[in-house]
């Protein structure tokens, strides 16, 4: 499903719950989603280098079992963002489930 | 068969040759990293889910999409080789002629040339006049802007403001030559459209410039000294 614009807040969501790498955060969103949010992973990291640019997030290296992941984190600025964005998408998906629901 | 078709990546190190195409080496280097990082993980997840390593890694490339995709919107986040070029310009620019003043002199020329560009309000208060004024008062400023900035002694900081500085000297210059267009009837003066054309889009180029210098955690200021010396805009960085 197409979800274009919304990837950022899922990735901001995900990271409301602690830090994560960026694989995990691709799984967890198609898992939570059950599926139906599925996305092309290499478009994963420009978003998140993105919202990094835009200081709502930071990042950090972490060796781990022999292997380097770059953790990523919530910034207070990305706490503040990402309650004004769920705000937001939750009143337009709301909004359109009633039209639909009406039909 | 086709000239024009679609390249694909038939293997990570491709894709990742597709995706950062252009971009400048910090950029790539991080790229690569976490695509890397990211196949790996994929690939072992497919292999420990029963598939033979040729089919997990097959099945992790497809996972990551199209290459070109990705390259877009990587560019739209990082800087592109052409774009640290030009920065290292703006900062060799800012380090030579600007804190000697040589900048400042030429800026003032521009202004007193700008300056000679306003309509003349023929003995009366007209709208163009007044704004075609108020328009080269804001380029002097500016101006004077970028010589106190090349002052300082730290040059790390003062890049994104020289850009921001240059992206409103330009938008301010295509004012004004919109302003001498609409208040004049001279022929030369309505064929520098497409000048103000221009200036409008290099203000824009720098305006976007200014969004991605704000970007953590990438070297650009050392990178942009590096380009200036050693690679020519627009040149492939080998990997």
Request: glycine share 8%; proline share 4%; hydrophobic share 45%.
């Amino acid at each position: 499903m197409n979800f274009k614009g919304s990837l950022a807040t899922l990735i901001l969501q995900n990271l409301s719950r602690g830090p994560n790498h960026g694989y995990r955060i691709a799984q967890e969103i198609k898992t939570q989603s059950k599926g139906v949010l599925d996305f092309k992973e290499g478009t994963l990291y420009p978003a998140l280098h993105g919202l990094e640019g835009k200081g709502l997030i930071n990042s950090a290296t972490r060796d781990e079992n022999g292997r380097t992941r770059r953790y990523y984190r919530l910034t207070e600025k990305g706490k503040k963002a990402l309650v004004r964005e769920r705000e937001d998408l939750l009143q337009f998906s709301g909004a359109v489930s009633l039209i639909l629901q009406e039909a | 068969m086709s000239i024009f078709r679609k390249r694909q990546a038939q293997n990570v190190s491709e894709w990742l040759e597709i995706a950062t195409e252009a971009l400048a080496p910090a950029a790539k280097e991080r790229i690569r990293a976490d695509i890397a990082s990211h196949y790996d993980e994929a690939v072992d997840e497919h292999f420990q889910n029963g598939l033979p390593m040729p089919a997990a890694h097959a099945a992790a490339l497809a996972e990551l999409g199209d290459a070109k995709i990705a390259a877009r919107r990587f560019r739209r986040a990082h800087l592109t080789q052409s774009e640290l070029w030009h920065v290292a310009c703006l900062l060799q620019y800012a380090l030579l002629y600007g804190r000697s003043g040589v900048g400042l002199v030429l800026n003032l020329g521009f202004c007193w040339f700008f300056w000679l560009m306003v309509p003349a309000s023929g003995g009366r208060v007209s709208f163009g006049n007044i704004l075609g004024h108020v328009l080269v008062a804001l380029i002097l400023v500016c101006s004077l802007a970028d010589f106190i900035l090349a002052k300082r002694k730290s040059a790390s900081p003062i890049v994104p403001w020289l850009v921001l500085i240059q992206s409103l000297r330009y938008l301010l210059f295509g004012m004004l030559i919109l302003t001498c267009l609409a208040w004049q009837d001279e022929i030369e003066v309505r064929a520098s459209v497409p000048l103000a054309l221009f200036t409008f889009g290099y203000s824009l180029f720098h305006f976007q410039l200014r969004n991605k210098l704000g970007k953590a955690g990438e070297d650009w200021m050392g990178e942009s000294v590096a380009a200036r010396n050693e690679i020519p805009p627009d040149k492939p960085v080998a990997s």
